[in-house]
């Protein structure tokens, strides 16, 4: 069974950016998520990574309509299995192993695997993946090494996240193999500390409004 194209490329195509939280308290991402929402980002990333983060996915999915909650950060089956429990609509790895392909196969919910070399796209091509996370997007060699990989690995499009902003995002989008970038910029963990919702809700619009 190859990648479910269909299902990954809704979350992809919702809007030119996927904000990626790390979410210490689970109660800020309903109006987190409401504030993404209203500002035209409905598919969101919720990282794995604080003690909280599969409540606020539960919470997010259960209460905020509009919204796509997945989890970013997926690293092995345990994780894989409560995100989906959780109530992700799809699920993000910085990389890709052979177990977290094993276990999409069996699963409703889609896989976003990362990849940042030509033979790692090539390794998941095998196993019927196209659609991808280009991580970690900056460092690894930005636009113009991405770029760079469209002509030879034309099928794949890409999601390049990490180290994007909102002035870099355009590069990447203009790209023929890229269909939205993943940040931290419009939501990061100052801001959902500080509730500055209003500020959440100005920077998704901005993000929404981003033309490739
Ligand atoms: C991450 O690793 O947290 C994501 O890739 C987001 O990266 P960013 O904080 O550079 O946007």
Redesign the pocket.
């Known amino acids: 069974m190859a990648q479910n194209v269909e299902r990954i490329e809704k979350v992809m195509l919702a809007a030119p950016v996927i904000p ?1 939280l ?1 979410i210490e308290d689970p109660k800020k991402a309903v109006p987190m998520a409401e504030a993404l929402v209203r500002g035209g980002l409905p598919s969101i990333e919720i ?1 794995l990574r604080t003690e909280g983060a599969l409540e606020a996915i539960r919470l997010v999915a259960e209460n905020v309509e509009g919204a796509i909650p997945g989890a ?2 997926v690293l092995d089956q345990a994780q894989y299995e409560a995100a989906v429990a959780a109530g992700s609509q799809f699920i993000v790895s ?1 990389g890709a192993t052979n177990t977290l392909i094993d276990i999409a196969e069996q699963s409703d919910v889609p896989l976003l695997p990362g990849a940042a070399t030509a033979s790692e796209v090539m390794a998941l091509m095998e196993r019927g993946y196209q659609r991808l996370k280009f ?2 997007a ?1 460092q690894a060699g930005g636009a113009s090494y991405l770029k760079s990989l469209s002509s030879p690995l034309a099928a794949v499009k890409f999601c390049p ?5 909102l002035e870099k995002a355009p590069t990447y989008l203009k790209l023929p193999n890229v269909l939205c970038v ?4 419009i939501a ?1 963990a100052k801001a959902i500390e500080a509730e500055d919702w209003s500020g959440i809700e100005e920077r998704a619009r901005a993000a929404a409004a981003i033309s490739g």
């Open positions: 990626v790390v990282t970013g950060t910085p991580f970690p900056e996240t990490g180290g994007v902003s993943g940040g931290s910029w990061d």
